[in-house]
Structures are given as structure tokens and as C-alpha cells.
């Protein structure tokens, strides 16, 4: 999935099973398996209140400092059928400030297969870690205007998962499996009734996030919380080879030359010919060659090859970040699995790639543009892309919103480009553009 580099494009849009009732016994005691995964169970409408405060107790944490003051609760809630099999887990924080005030925020991660929790750590969420795996307190971070829900979704995610090994193929199904969680989470943290909601997520995450808003959006009565809009971060939401064929860009940037770019494009336009002829497996396979990390070790993709680049989170880094690896450390570690309530058996993102070519084969070039449209038509939309981002290039990223009909797209080709700026240090640096 894409990582956002430093610099981004900006566009603010404005249009834009029920199961039967828990019996009671000391259940409570047995929710933190002897494994160390605090596993709550599946409830409905009829569980005594009671029973939902003692799940509530359960997975409450303590964040480890600098964070530590601040109220967390994370777990697994399953959303499978009556077999309980497929847990997806959660890291719940509330904002520290006016918290009764404030928004529920939904945080969904790309890949697929990455966990929330890269997010946390790396990206928004209050306890950062730095290149040499020191933890900070990070501000401002998005709880600052957010109660934040961190949740490895689909199944198969950081460490969500399923015991049969069995994973979702297709958007749809994902959706369900995302629903069935808020609806549960929502009975353990009844405070959010009637709250107003977002929903968010990044790469493969924002494709996440279309497909849960449209559902909420065709059946309100689901959640009992208000939908008020929706963040799309380096979004998966276009036809996946009409944004990710990054010749022209990577040419243009000097990491191609002729050579390169003419063996890029035509391996692009061979993916292309398969898709027609509806081979989406040796498509994928293709594709897996070609980009993306989804390739064995024991060999390089195309753009590895050509260009030298063992990461395509930017053009101008070679490899992965440090804070990448020492993210990847803390929260795969012991003492962290520990304090979340996952078991030290269980590795982090360890069935990503699974999930990845579940989905690839079903989902990848299937075409969400019109579920894209129906979020737009209905709720206001934050959509922004990263300049430096070798996957995703933002040039393919703005053509295709370009070319969208919805009801806003006279006003937003109109739109004036602005720069936008953040105060670093009392000093004002442009990050990027936006058009509002």
C-alpha cells in the first residue's frame, strides 16, 4: 500500500445475524484467553447492561508513556457467522479533551493486509515511535478532534483473523464483516449513539472506507450514528491499472529512461489484455511481478529492477524507513501485544499477503467508481493524494477525479488551487495544494 510522503495534493469535497443471548456464567473471567487474545463475544440488543460494562472493564488499557493518562480499549470482537470464527481487533482511544463532544473517527489501513496500527504509530494517532524506537506523544495528532477507532480490517489484517485460515474475497463482504463489528462495539460504548460519525481510511483502506460509507448510507438504521463524512487517503477507489501504470510519472522523475519507461508501459498494457480476456489470476500474478511487494523474496519486481528501489512508498527513498522497521518491532513485540490484549503467539500482519491475494483476484479490478460517486453525492469527502508516491502517482490520482461525474464536479474543476501551509515551529512551510 501507499505510505503518504511529506509533501500532499489536497482536495476538501463538500458535495460532495443475530445470535441468541449470552446465558450467564462468569464469562468475564474468560474473556483473556490462557493464549493472551482478550476475546469478547458476539452480542445483541437483549445482553443486560451489566454484561456489556464487564466487556467494557475487559479491554480497557493503559497506553505505555507518554500516552499512559490517556483512556484506551482494545480487543477482538467477532464478526463471522454463529461460528465465531473471524475476530477483527481494535484499538479504541478517546480524545483527551471534550471527549463526550467529540466525533467517532473509524481509521482503516491500506495493503491490504496492514494493521491500524501503522497509523497510530506513524501517521496520526498520539503515541508516535521515532527512528531509533523511542516512543513520543505526538501533537497535534487526530485526536485532537476525534474519538479514534483503530481497527485491522478486512480479517486477515495486523492482527485480525480468522481460525478456519478463510478470508474475505470481495469489498462486500468485508463491508458485512465491518458493520457486524460497529453495531457491537457500538452496544459495549453506548455514549456514541446518535453521535456524529467519519469514516477513514488509506490505499486499500479508502476502498474500505467507500464500501462501509455506501452501506451505511443504504441502510441508516444499521448503526445508530450519525454518517457525517468520509477521508480518502491515496485511495483505492479508481480502476487499479488506471492509477497505478506509473511510467509516465516514474520517467518524468528520472527513475526511468526511455528503455525503462517503454518495458513499464507494455508490461502494464499486457496486465491490461488479461484483465479483458477476464484471467484476473494471472493478472494478479503479473501485477505481483511487476509492483506492489506481493512477489517472493527470491526474486524482484519489474519496478525493482529497473529503477534499484526496494520500496515504493516515494521516489526519493531507496528502502523503507527506519521508523518503519522500529514501528514494525514495538508493536510486534511482547510487552506490546501484552498491554493491547494479543496474544504473544500472534504476529502482527502476519497473514497480509493471504488476505491480499484472496482480494486480488475478486476485488482488484473490479470497478467501485459508482459506489465512489454515491459517497460523494452524499456526504462531504476529504480526499488527498501524495506527490512523491510511486504507486499511486498523484497525476493518475487527479486525472481520475477529473473525469468523475457527481454533483460537484463543475464547482470542483472551477476551484481554484490554493497552497497549503502548516506552522512547523512557528514557521509556515507549504505541504501541498488544495482546491476547496
Same mark, same amino acid.
Not at 463538500?14 to 476475546?39: M, N, R, T
Not at 502494464?268 to 511487494?293: D, G, W
Given at each position: ?40 463475544? /458476539? ?49 479504541h482511544i478517546k480524545s483527551q479533551v471534550n471527549s463526550k463532544l467529540k466525533p467517532l473517527l473509524l481509521w482503516m489501513q491500506g495493503g491490504p493486509g496492514k494493521s491500524a ?13 521515532? /527512528? ?76 474500505? /472506507? ?72 494471472? /493478472? ?49 513485540s511482547s510487552e506490546f501485544k501484552k498491554i493491547i490484549h494479543v496474544s504473544p503467539n500472534r504476529s502482527l500482519d502476519a497473514t497480509r499477503f493471504q488476505l491480499a491475494l ?8 473490479v470497478d467501485k467508481t459508482a459506489t465512489l460517486v454515491r459517497v460523494l453525492n452524499s456526504v462531504p469527502v476529504l480526499f488527498y493524494t501524495a506527490q512523491l508516491d510511486a ?46
Amino acid at each position: 500500500g501507499s505510505a503518504v510522503a511529506r509533501q500532499c495534493f489536497l482536495f476538501q469535497l463538500y458535495f460532495g445475524h443475530c445470535v441468541s443471548p449470552l446465558k450467564k456464567k462468569k464469562w468475564h473471567d474468560e474473556l483473556l484467553q490462557k493464549s493472551g487474545d482478550l476475546l469478547l463475544p /458476539a452480542t445483541n440488543d437483549n445482553i443486560p447492561r451489566e454484561e456489556l460494562k464487564k466487556m467494557r472493564n475487559a479491554s480497557r488499557v493503559r497506553l505505555p508513556s507518554p500516552c499512559a493518562s490517556l483512556k484506551a480499549y482494545s480487543g477482538f470482537i467477532p464478526v463471522g457467522d454463529e461460528k465465531n470464527s473471524t475476530y477483527l481487533f481494535f484499538l479504541h482511544i478517546k480524545s483527551q479533551v471534550n471527549s463526550k463532544l467529540k466525533p467517532l473517527l473509524l481509521w482503516m489501513q491500506g495493503g491490504p493486509g496492514k494493521s491500524a496500527l501503522f497509523g497510530q504509530f506513524l501517521e496520526n494517532g498520539p503515541l508516535g515511535i521515532d /527512528a531509533t524506537g523511542n516512543l513520543f506523544r505526538r501533537r497535534p495528532a487526530i485526536l485532537s478532534n476525534f474519538n479514534v477507532v483503530y481497527l485491522d480490517a478486512p480479517a486477515g489484517s495486523g492482527y485480525s483473523f480468522d481460525t478456519t485460515g478463510t478470508y474475505p474475497s470481495t469489498l462486500e463482504e468485508s463491508s458485512v464483516h465491518t458493520i457486524r463489528f460497529f453495531r457491537r462495539f457500538l452496544r459495549i460504548f453506548p455514549e456514541y449513539h446518535n453521535r456524529e460519525f467519519f469514516i477513514a481510511g488509506e490505499s486499500y483502506g479508502a476502498r474500505s /472506507a467507500i464500501g462501509l460509507a455506501e452501506r451505511v448510507l443504504s441502510r441508516p438504521t444499521d448503526l445508530p450514528c450519525r454518517l457525517k463524512g468520509v477521508m480518502l487517503g491515496v485511495g483505492f477507489v479508481f480502476p487499479l491499472l488506471q492509477i497505478i501504470n506509473s511510467a509516465d510519472y516514474l520517467y518524468y522523475s528520472g527513475l526511468l529512461d526511455d528503455h525503462g519507461r517503454s518495458k513499464f508501459a507494455e508490461r502494464f498494457q499486457q496486465i491490461q489484455q488479461l484483465v479483458n480476456e477476464q484471467k484476473p489470476v494471472e /493478472a494478479v500474478k503479473l501485477l505481483s511481478r511487476t509492483v506492489l511487494n506481493m512477489h517472493d523474496a527470491q526474486h524482484q519486481s519489474l519496478f525493482e529492477e529497473l529503477t534499484g528501489f526496494e520500496s515504493h512508498a516515494n521516489i526519493i527513498r531507496d528502502r523503507i524507513s527506519r521508523r518503519f522497521e522500529t514501528y514494525m518491532s514495538y508493536a510486534n513485540s511482547s510487552e506490546f501485544k501484552k498491554i493491547i490484549h494479543v496474544s504473544p503467539n500472534r504476529s502482527l500482519d502476519a497473514t497480509r499477503f493471504q488476505l491480499a491475494l484472496t482480494l486480488a483476484v475478486e476485488d482488484f479490478f473490479v470497478d467501485k467508481t459508482a459506489t465512489l460517486v454515491r459517497v460523494l453525492n452524499s456526504v462531504p469527502v476529504l480526499f488527498y493524494t501524495a506527490q512523491l508516491d510511486a504507486v499511486f502517482p498523484s497525476v493518475n490520482m487527479e486525472r481520475s477525479f477529473w473525469n468523475l461525474n457527481w454533483r460537484g464536479t463543475d464547482a470542483f474543476q472551477a476551484a481554484p488551487r490554493k497552497r497549503w501551509y502548516h506552522v512547523i515551529n512557528g514557521r509556515k512551510e507549504l505541504m501541498g495544494y488544495q482546491k476547496i
